[in-house]
């Protein structure tokens, strides 16, 4: 069974653009949550989606969005991109709920802001 | 408050040591605790997940044990190998049957050298 795919691995961008990244769970896998990670920060919790609908959402502005396909698929979308924005982003897919059930990770995005 | 505090925050052994990381947490209602291995730009992986019930968990040369009483856990690692150098996380779950995603408390991560 195929793992969590994100793309791009890596990405360089300019400070007020914007960004998109794409995740696709496990095969069957119904949730989906987003991470930020930085150096020193630990993974903090960007969103989780759940059949389409976002279920729970992170302390982060509103630059910060994501959705879900009715395939499982997630997007999430930076817009106005400032310096702070450059992270390892990581995507986790969980049968049902992540609380109760085990995450798998992706590989993460690798995102740089200048 | 919720949080999960890992302990040490980095640490140097020789290839071939034992070594034991350590995390302790304020998280209440508890569901179970994680352990997850994350090598240096890549996401994590689970290593093991206890419930309340559970008080020792072993995967290969990873031993993690759970104190439920005193809200301590420990990461054993036995033999170190090369390829352990990388940062280790603590996660635990609140309990919550509404099975919110916000309800998943993280520490920072003690991460682990294993030098030749």
Not at chain 1, 35 to 49: S, W
Not at chain 1, 68 to 79: D, G, K, L, P, T
Not at chain 2, 21 to 34: E, G, W
Not at chain 2, 70 to 85: E, F, P, R
Request: with cysteine; charged share 15%; glycine share 8%.
């Amino acid at each position: 069974k195929a793992g969590v795919t994100q793309t791009p691995r890596y990405l360089i961008k300019t400070r007020g653009q914007q960004v998109t990244l794409s995740c696709s769970p496990i095969s069957g896998h119904r949730s989906v949550s987003w991470y930020q990670q930085t150096p020193g920060q630990g993974l903090q919790f960007l969103f989780e989606y759940f059949s389409e609908t976002q279920r729970n959402k992170g302390n982060f502005p509103g630059r910060f969005s994501g959705r879900q396909f009715s395939n499982s698929r997630s997007e999430m979308n930076v817009s106005t991109l400032e310096l702070g924005d450059s992270a390892l982003y990581l995507c986790a897919s969980s049968l049902m709920t992540p609380v109760n059930n085990e995450q798998f990770f992706g590989p993460g995005t690798r995102l740089t802001v200048l | 408050k919720n949080q999960v505090e890992q302990s040490p925050q980095s640490l140097i052994i020789l290839e071939g040591k034992n070594c034991t990381l350590q995390c302790n947490y304020t998280v209440s209602p508890f569901s179970n605790l994680r352990w997850y291995k994350q090598d240096t730009g890549r996401g994590p992986v689970s290593l093991t997940i206890m419930t309340f019930s559970e008080n020792t968990k072993s995967n290969g040369r990873y031993t993690a044990t759970l104190d439920a009483d005193t809200k301590q856990s420990s990461l054993h690692i036995t033999a170190s190998q090369l390829s352990d150098s990388a940062s280790y996380i603590c996660v635990v779950s609140v309990l919550n049957y509404g099975g919110s995603q916000g309800n998943l408390i993280f520490g920072k991560g003690t991460k682990l050298s294993v030098k030749p």
